[in-house]
């Protein structure tokens, strides 16, 4: 796409093109969560008419609309990662109870649980027009993409009963414990410990980086069951462990943004339930692996809704409108417009992606890789695209607080943020080793 050298004044001429051209991450993002899933019950996504599927999308247009809660005093979080005041918290769980209670998040999710029980396309209709809306994101984000996906998938019927519901209505808030302090990506070395003792198992450890800690009631927790097997994955436990147990600890951890998403959660001498463990004993790892599927967008099956509250590359452009060099805007500067040309492409790139992969002719030399690297790729696009946004404030972009900071600090708030989106869930460079791996075939 050409630009005219006078200021991309085009652009503001051909807006339709342009929103059409830079898609907005946060729907990117949610395109990686509206597949069509495999293993959980659903309806046929076929048997609505293009008429009803209309008048679906303007009735959530005009409750979105209608509903779209009135932006707070107080600073709201990108993400569940930077959710660390109780104002933060309650503002973002009312919001889901909310949409949940209109009908708008687990629309596809069987009804017996607490779902829609509707057609998958009816919930990625809603999800688009929450992102078009810029409402805020479902704090829920584990219990909605990861942990209710997988009990969906392969949890007891009990489970389902218990867990489904408070997972859509933001009741039962969801944290994840895999990382520790000395085991990130290396999951597999993971060291906290849980001791059989009759109708309990005993958890002694840490994990860290639990998002959410501190206002979850339960987390999706890998521990040690055994030192014994052919491998260390094989003394792996998966439990879905209440939080309120007595000798269980969350302790928030301070960020270089001054917010408190993460803690450290401590385990001394912590009895849950035997009933928490999923599946059996020495499992933990193929279950642990399907968990991380659905966090990587890899495997579909999300309740849907937003899970973040990202910039997106129209706000980078108004940005370069109002930043200046040299005395003029910055979008007038040829290197500056070169750069912002190559990050609208791959953003509209990346939107694209999912549809690509329903398309066999354009997903046939390596059909996994479009969902393998959806998480490699939005992550690092995210993170460059604040970088970006930062070198276009010049000596500005080294504000972070104060009234001089552009926006009040948002974009270095978001840039120090993103690069959490890099490391959780598999670090950017273990994602290039599993396409490398398990996409290309390339030896270990």
Sequence with gaps: MAFEPKGLDKVSETKAVHKTFCVNLSVKAVNFQARAERNIKQGDSMSLTQ?????????????????????????????????GSDQQFQYLRDWQAKVYEAGYVGMAWPKEYGGGGKEQGLQDIATKVMAKHRVPFLPNTIGLNWAGPLILSMGTEEEKQKYIKGILSAEDIWCQGFSEPDHGSDLGSAQCKAVKDGDDYVINGSKIWTSLGSYAKYMILIARTSNEGSSKYAGLSFFLAPMDAEGVEPRPIKKLTGEYGFCQTFFNDAR????????????????????????RGATGGQAGGLAMM????????????????????????????????ELITESKNNALMSARSKISALATDWPAAVDMSGKLRGSELKRRMCQFALSLQGANGSRFIGTDAVDGGMWQRSYL???????????????HNIIGERVLGLPK
């Design 272 to 295: 849950i339930p035997a009933t928490s463990l999923m599946g059996k004993e020495g499992e933990g790892w193929k279950v642990a692996m399907a968990t991380l599927m659905f966090e």
């Design 51 to 83: 008429a009803e599927l209309k008048d679906f999308e303007q009735q959530a247009e005009n409750w979105f609309a209608e509903n779209k809660p009135k932006k707070p005093d107080f600073i709201l979080p990108e993400t569940f990662m930077e959710v």
């Design 417 to 431: 943020n993103a690069f959490s989106g890099t490391i959780g869930g598999g670090t950017s460079q273990i994602q």
């Design 310 to 341: 990202d910039l997106s590359i129209n706000d980078i452009v108004e940005l370069a409108r109002r930043t200046k060099r040299n005395g003029r805007p910055a979008i007038e500067d040829n290197h500056v417009r070169s750069q912002l040309v």
